[in-house]
Structure formats: structure tokens, C-alpha cells
């Protein structure tokens, strides 16, 4: 599932070495976006804006970005502005700026183009945008030397379907929810996957999320893990009444088919990566599969999802314990 592209480590580099152009960078059209106002973020794209200048390549940016009311792009001598929409039919590489809600954001504008997509965290986890804002020139370079790893993450895309039309149609990169909204009732709901009955469920929900989605919010509703190469689906009960309904893992080609039960009291809504819900009537059916376009995630060098894990959700294990490569430690654990 993933590819990379590596070449020999650079050594490091001081802040004022970083800036200088490259000759035959791996990305020669860098796209910058970012969806948040606050001043990190502000910060941050003037950031790499800069670098992206003094290093001479052509810096490409949306109007919604440079739109952004304390964005001031006075002291960036070369840039150009284009809608969102063509910043992955024009760009070699995007640069997203936030936190994985930017990422989110930009997945459903850039998917399609399997353009490289590198993240700068300005959110709190930062999963998905992995880069630290101190490390931003460092890494840039790197990536643009050609060492650097591509990631490509699948997507759900879900139809509302009544009979054999399709009311509503969209896309997601972490997860597909049904939710009850602002009641308090459970949904009475059935759910087949393959052609297969598998239950009829009173609960406050079902949260089918891919691997990337497994840290979001399914993992808050008790489900497991899932590392980003594994082809798979997870569902997630959202509090069910029944105490032996569990979470299920499938075959990431499934295909998922939701129907509200004639006995439901509340009016079920449909969410996709937490954008606004959309209603599920009880004559019509929501079908969730894997959409055939994917996100491809650049990481550059260090990146590893398990220490992402160890920092980003404070596991208890400090990563030097994993370290056993002298004998000094294999006799002091004796």
C-alpha cells in the first residue's frame, strides 16, 4: 500500500542553510493551503511561504487561504492565486497548514488528483499533519531532496438511496456516522454488510470509520486501532442497549447497507468526516463502500505511526525501552 522514495539522509543543517535554492528538487509547483484564522496557523503559512520563495520554486495558493483576515501577504514576492478547486490538477506538491480538520477539508478537493499532500500541524493531535512548525525548513528541504515516504490513505464514499436514486452522495476520509441528532432516543436501525444480515440495533449510533478514522472518533466510541496499511473497515456501535454488541472489523471492499427499522422514534442523521448531517428517512437505504480515489499522504523523514501513537495519545511507555541494540542493556535487564 505504501511507496516511498528515498535517498541519502541529509545531514543537519543549520536554520540559514536551509533557504538556499535546490537544483533538481522532486517538487517544482508547491500549493499552500490552510482553513483556520488563529495566528498559529497565520504564522505558519507565511512560514512556508517564505521558504518556499527562497528556495525558487513557484508558490500556488487558493483564494480561501489568502482570503484569511490577518493573512498578509505583502513581504511574499511571488505568489499565485487560484481557486481550491485546481490546486491539485496544477500543483506537484500541497502543503496544508492546521490541524487532521484541515487535512480532512482539503482530502475532498485533492483526493482525485493523487497529488502528494504534506501536513503542518497546527491542530492538537496532528496525525495526519505530522510536522512540526519549528521543523518546517528542515523538512521542506528534505522532502524536496527526494527523501521523504508517500502514504496512500483510502476513502468511504456513502448514497443516501431511495429506490434507485441517489438522494445525497458524499465523501470521507476518517468516518461515516449515523447519529440521532439533537434527540435523546436511540435509532432502531439494520445492518447488512456484503448482502449479509448482520443485526438490527438500538443504539445512539453507528460510526463506520477506515483505519485513518480508527484514532478519531471511533476510537473515543471503544473501537480498536487500525494501522493506516491495513484494508479495512471498522464499525462502532455508539452505546448500544445491548452489552455484547462490539465493535466489527471487515474486508475494506465491503459494502455496508443502513436501514432505518419502521419502529424507529427519531429522525436519524448521516455525517461524513463531521461535516453537517443529512437526514435518513425510513424508505430510503445509506450504502457506504470504499470510494475509488485516495488520499496520498507525504511524510518525511522519521515519521513512525507507532511512536504518533505513543506521543499523541500519552501512552505510558517512554520509547527508550524499546531500544535493546547494546549489550549493556540486555545485561542491565538481567
Request: charged share 25%; glycine share 8%.
Amino acid at each position: 500500500m505504501e511507496n516511498s522514495v528515498q535517498s541519502d539522509r541529509l545531514p543537519p543543517l543549520h536554520e540559514s542553510e536551509l533557504l538556499h535554492a535546490i537544483k533538481n528538487p522532486a517538487f517544482r509547483r508547491i500549493g499552500l493551503m490552510g482553513r483556520a484564522g488563529k495566528r498559529s496557523v497565520i504564522q505558519s503559512l507565511l512560514k512556508v511561504a517564505q521558504t518556499v520563495n527562497e528556495m525558487g520554486l513557484t508558490l500556488i495558493m487558493d483564494v480561501d487561504t489568502t482570503s484569511l483576515p490577518t493573512l498578509d501577504l505583502s513581504e511574499i514576492e511571488k505568489v499565485k492565486i487560484v481557486e481550491r478547486s485546481l490546486l491539485g490538477e496544477i500543483c506537484d506538491l500541497v502543503i496544508v497548514v492546521g490541524g487532521d480538520g484541515s487535512i480532512l477539508h482539503a482530502a475532498e478537493a485533492l483526493a482525485r488528483y493523487r497529488v502528494p499532500v504534506l501536513g503542518v500541524n497546527r491542530g492538537r493531535l496532528g496525525f495526519l499533519a505530522d510536522v512540526k512548525p519549528d521543523e518546517v525548513g528542515l523538512k521542506l528541504r528534505q522532502v524536496l531532496m527526494g527523501d521523504y515516504r508517500l502514504d496512500h490513505r483510502f476513502l468511504l464514499t456513502m448514497e443516501i438511496r431511495e429506490g434507485q436514486n441517489i438522494i445525497h452522495e458524499d465523501m470521507a476520509l476518517n468516518d461515516i456516522v449515523l447519529h440521532a441528532g439533537k434527540s435523546v432516543h436511540m435509532i432502531d436501525f439494520q445492518l447488512k454488510i456484503d448482502g449479509h444480515d448482520v443485526y438490527r440495533q438500538h443504539s445512539d449510533g453507528l460510526i463506520v470509520a477506515t483505519p485513518t478514522g480508527s484514532t478519531a472518533y471511533a476510537l473515543s466510541g471503544g473501537g480498536p486501532i487500525i494501522h493506516p496499511s491495513m484494508d479495512a473497515i471498522c464499525l462502532v456501535p455508539m452505546h448500544p442497549h445491548t452489552l455484547s454488541s462490539r465493535p466489527i472489523v471487515v474486508s475494506g471492499n465491503s459494502e455496508i447497507i443502513i436501514r432505518i427499522h419502521e419502529d424507529n422514534r427519531t429522525q436519524p442523521m448521516v455525517s461524513a468526516d463531521g461535516k453537517q448531517g443529512m437526514p435518513l428517512e425510513q424508505n430510503q437505504r445509506l450504502h457506504i463502500r470504499k470510494h475509488p480515489d485516495k488520499l496520498t499522504l507525504l511524510h518525511p523523514p522519521g515519521f513512525d505511526f507507532y511512536e504518533a501513537c505513543r506521543t499523541k495519545l500519552h501512552w505510558n511507555v517512554h520509547a527508550e525501552e524499546f531500544s535493546l541494540d547494546s549489550d549493556d542493556d540486555i545485561i542491565d535487564g538481567e
